[in-house]
């Protein structure tokens, strides 16, 4: 009880680290092995079951930054299913950098699961998506991403 | 990749740090006249400002003939009032070539068609003398046995002379390039893609130009929006050539070099961000007589990037046009350099699935855009090319 009266204080923040790779297809290039990208997320949650993210993420392979708004939402909450294992489906929409400045949108749907390593550290998580990305403006891709990644929350972020 | 960052960097402090002012622009009645015209402004403004009475326009140092022997070559120059006497035409040793008066315009603009004798293969320098005037250029003259398909070619770009130890570098590079024939192949010829003085500075591109005619290969140059630095294109009107744009031939393959003037950052475009002013309404129109679907495999270069993950590209003005005019089935690359980093896009500006590296482009992907990094910037770089009818591949060289 006064655990959950501490958490309940602390505003619901998170931040992630991750890193992603894939595969893409475009009309020309046809399917190609995409490239490797880190991203860094910060979020805040919005009740048990929905976090709104804002995403920066770069390609390590080439100059292509990104910046994304997005959310996520939780069908379950952790402690009805497992504290550790909390699946949720996502949305983003992301400015990028691609072939001019601007000039290019990311449209991202995915799915992952965010947890915590031990219940008894609740500030340190892990999460792991699968996102379908389209690139829509003037340069026109479609890529599957596989995130991984480590998360650093507040105790109140997705109790 | 880490160098790649550091370059993004290095464009956003130098490329745009203060803006430009207008005496980086072109002068008005160069403007006035368009881009294109620019050996008109010399002969009708800059010879006699500068008390000049004879510039060789064609072939030069940075826009050679690339020619075998037998073949012709046509050599232009600048004699507004000389026009209507003969020229000789020789090479810079004292060779004789041709005797004429030429095709002359109303600003003194002459043409005259040189049958190319029996020399072997080299570099030559060529001279003409008009009224008691000569105007020479060196390695303006290629003579070559074959043309190779593909062609084997050097890309280097942003010398930036007068940077730091910028001057030291890119002497390195040249004699990088030099001996890529002792171990191999020797390439067919460079393109430079801008920046050779890195504030328009007549020391720098003299110094830039020291280093270019150390090269054992023909080279074709085009300038860069520092280059405009600081009235600076007057200057490289007559130190590398009075026509701001090229056409050339290396056998089938089509060569077409535009100016793409300098940036757009003056202070009244606030939504660019090192973005060209040009190039400008007289330059496309004439691209479009040359970038034709009909026209042979092609290779474009300029210095702003049509394609550019972030920003400092072509100019809104004329991306469009300029995008559309290249993206033909037989233009098989586009050459530009400015934003100090490597990149490498498809016709439809995709880069994924693209190494920045080493990379063979499928027929499909065509044309390549190449954007080559600053090759002056330590340890320096270039790329090597092979563009041909039916292949194209790139492969960045960074020195040890």
Partial sequence: MLASARASADPPLAAQLGGATGIGYASLAGAYRDDNFVAVRASVGIGPYVAADLRLGEDLDRVEPALGLGARLRPWQGECWLARFSPYVRG?????????????????????????????????????????????????????????????ATGSFWR | MVDAKTCLLSVLLTGCGPG???????????????????????????????????????PRLGQPAIRRAGEVIDVEWISPQLADQPATISLDDGTWLADGAGTCDGDGICHLSVSLPDFAPGLYGICVAVGGQQACSPHAIAIVTTYNDPATIVHVSDAHIGYDDAATTFANVIASIDAIGQTGPTPDFAIFTGDAADSGLDDQRAVFLQEIAELNIPVFIVTGNHDYDATGIDGHLLDVGPELDMQAMYGGLQLVGVSSGQDLDDGNHDTTISESNGPDSSELTWL????????????????????????????????????????????????SGHIHATGVFDADGNSRGLSL??????????????????????????????????????RWIELP
């Fill in chain 1, 92 to 152: 983003e929409v992301a400015v990028v950098g691609a072939s001019h400045l601007g000039s290019n949108y990311d449209l991202t749907l995915g799915a992952g699961h965010w947890g915590h390593f031990t219940p008894r550290v609740r500030w340190l998580g892990w999460y792991a998506e699968v996102d379908a990305i389209a690139r829509v403006g003037e340069v026109q891709t479609w890529s599957a991403h596989v995130e991984l990644g480590v998360t650093f």
């Fill in chain 2, 20 to 58: 430009n002012v207008p005496y980086d622009y072109p002068p008005p009645p160069l403007m006035d006249l368009g881009l294109h015209q620019a050996p008109t402004y010399v002969a009708r403004d800059l010879m006699p400002i500068r008390g000049i009475a004879l510039v060789l326009a064609h």
């Fill in chain 2, 288 to 335: 479009a007589t040359v970038l034709t679907p009909d026209a042979p495999p092609t290779i474009a270069f300029f210095h702003h990037p049509i394609y550019n993950g972030t920003l400092a590209t072509i100019g809104p003005c004329s991306r469009d046009a300029l995008k559309a005019l290249v993206t033909h089935d037989n233009v098989r690359a586009v050459l």
């Fill in chain 2, 357 to 394: 590296d080493a990379d063979t482009v499928p027929s499909a992907r065509w044309p390549l855009h190449y954007i080559a990094s600053r090759a002056s910037r330590a340890p320096g770089g270039y790329a090597i090319l092979h563009v041909g009818t039916s292949r194209v591949d790139y």
